[in-house]
DNA sequence: AGCAGTGTAACTACAGTTGTTACAACCCGG
DNA sequence: CCGGGTTGTAACAACTGTAGTTACACTGCT
């Protein structure tokens, strides 16, 4: 199962946010959605989510909505964390209730979680490296280029 | 979303097979299933996929399965490839179609691929550097300190 | 030939994702 | 203080992938 897409959505959003393109016309989750291509109650719920965590500082009426911190100092992972429903240390799912009276069944369990916590806690930290500024400067390097 | 457990019941099975529990009776679908504690044609269907990946060899009659390698040179990365539906580089889902119209949009993609892509094989790498041995010691280790 | 086991298709039930409509709550400008 | 644009949410549909189950053809040993 691949991961869900909220997560790009969420950082297309926070990019969006960290780059304001025009200063007078406000960022709607209407804009948003024309942007990222999909429906504004998308964004909205992403939005949530990303207020719920202390990304986000929305303005409930008269569409405004901006970073509680600079782009520098939010790590992909604080978005991916905030977007996920994946609960801390439960990338990979295990079959549950394996046979007790078995020997392997008694200890799969124990013997793969050390594994696939090492394995969940790589891939998390490379996204603790890398900030939202890290993104934008990418978008911005790239916009240049072409 | 959660990795399919059908990586963990792999490892399961590939586990019981290391571990020739008795050399008589041998180890058939059904078995398995018990241990595991589901249905036979989950096995099967696993077992399917790791056959076709070259990892064990099954008898269709009279219930045989064999590793057709040493466990020390079985890696939980090829079990992983060998289950999971996700396509290589495929962890992460992007959301498809930005608008081009859109700085952010155009360039995103990009963008992210590449600490995405990077998080990823962090993950694999653990996974590459785990043998099928590895964890059946560590599941004998553990029946033998309980 | 008989039989225990595998290979596979078909179906169900279920969970999570994404998109969509609908509407209440909210805030601001006039 | 009212109207209009916006957010917050609930509810629902369509879709996808997972996991379990039944059924049955096929396989190969004895
Ligand atoms: S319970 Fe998983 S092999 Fe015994
Ligand atoms: S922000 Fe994703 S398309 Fe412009």
Redesign the interface.
């Given at each position: 199962?691949?991961?869900?897409?909220r997560?790009?959505?969420a950082?297309?959003v926070l990019?969006?946010l960290a780059?304001p393109?025009q200063e007078g016309v406000p960022l709607t989750s209407e804009r948003m959605a024309?942007?990222?291509?999909?429906n504004p109650v998308v964004i909205r719920r992403i939005l949530g989510q990303l207020k719920k965590a202390g990304l986000v500082e929305v303005r409930p009426a008269s569409g405004g909505t901006f970073l509680t911190r600079q782009p520098a100092n939010i790590t992909?992972l604080e978005v991916y964390r905030a977007v996920e429903?994946?609960e801390e240390g439960?990338?990979?799912?295990?079959?549950d209730?394996?046979?007790p009276a078995?020997?392997?069944?008694?200890?799969?369990q124990?013997?793969?979680d050390?594994?696939l916590q090492?394995?969940?806690t790589?891939?998390?930290?490379?996204?603790a490296h890398?900030t939202l500024q890290?993104?934008t400067t990418?978008?911005a390097a790239?916009?240049l280029i072409?």
């Amino acid at each position: 199962m691949q991961i869900s897409s909220r997560f790009s959505v969420a950082v297309h959003v926070l990019s969006l946010l960290a780059l304001p393109e025009q200063e007078g016309v406000p960022l709607t989750s209407e804009r948003m959605a024309g942007s990222v291509n999909t429906n504004p109650v998308v964004i909205r719920r992403i939005l949530g989510q990303l207020k719920k965590a202390g990304l986000v500082e929305v303005r409930p009426a008269s569409g405004g909505t901006f970073l509680t911190r600079q782009p520098a100092n939010i790590t992909l992972l604080e978005v991916y964390r905030a977007v996920e429903v994946v609960e801390e240390g439960q990338l990979f799912s295990v079959h549950d209730k394996p046979n007790p009276a078995c020997l392997v069944g008694r200890h799969i369990q124990s013997a793969l979680d050390d594994t696939l916590q090492r394995a969940q806690t790589a891939l998390e930290q490379v996204l603790a490296h890398t900030t939202l500024q890290q993104v934008t400067t990418d978008i911005a390097a790239k916009a240049l280029i072409s």
